[in-house]
Nanobody
Framework: DVQLVESGGGSVQAGGSLTLSCTVSRYTLFTTYCMGWFRQAPGKEREEVAAISTDDFTHYADSVKGRFTISRDNASNTLYLQMNSLTPEDTAMYFC??????????????????WGQGTQVTVS
């Protein structure tokens, strides 16, 4: 089974930066999965933050373009999300997701079959 574990969340002041990591189980063929970051704030629907394909094409939500960067390290089965210039509107639980097939543009939560437990990001 594919297991995803997020880390790197925390509390930061507006204008600050955080880097989230998502480690995928070592026996997964990580290179064959499309990966994504989603977030969900209290009372709101889960929304896409950023996605990356198996050949490193990326997609970003308009709200994070120019501030967030998604990347993947296939050697270590790790997905990253570098977040800069954070604002209170970025406060949410952030989830890592994996899809064993290609995802549409823009991707939706239902396109991903595997999810991590989430890591909280709070910006004040």
């Amino acid at each position: 089974d594919v297991q995803l574990v997020e880390s790197g969340g925390g509390s930061v002041q507006a204008g600050g930066s955080l880097t989230l990591s998502c480690t995928v189980s070592r026996y997964t063929l990580f290179t064959t999965y499309c990966m994504g970051w989603f977030r969900q704030a209290p009372g709101k629907e889960r929304e896409e933050v950023a996605a990356i394909s198996t050949d490193d094409f990326t997609h970003y939500a308009d709200s994070v373009k120019g501030r967030f960067t998604i990347s993947r390290d296939n050697a270590s089965n790790t997905l990253y999300l570098q977040m800069n210039s954070l604002t209170p509107e970025d406060t949410a639980m952030y989830f890592c997701a994996a899809a064993s097939f290609g995802v549409p543009d823009p991707p939706r939560p239902t396109d991903y079959g595997y999810w991590g437990q989430g890591t909280q990001v709070t910006v004040s």
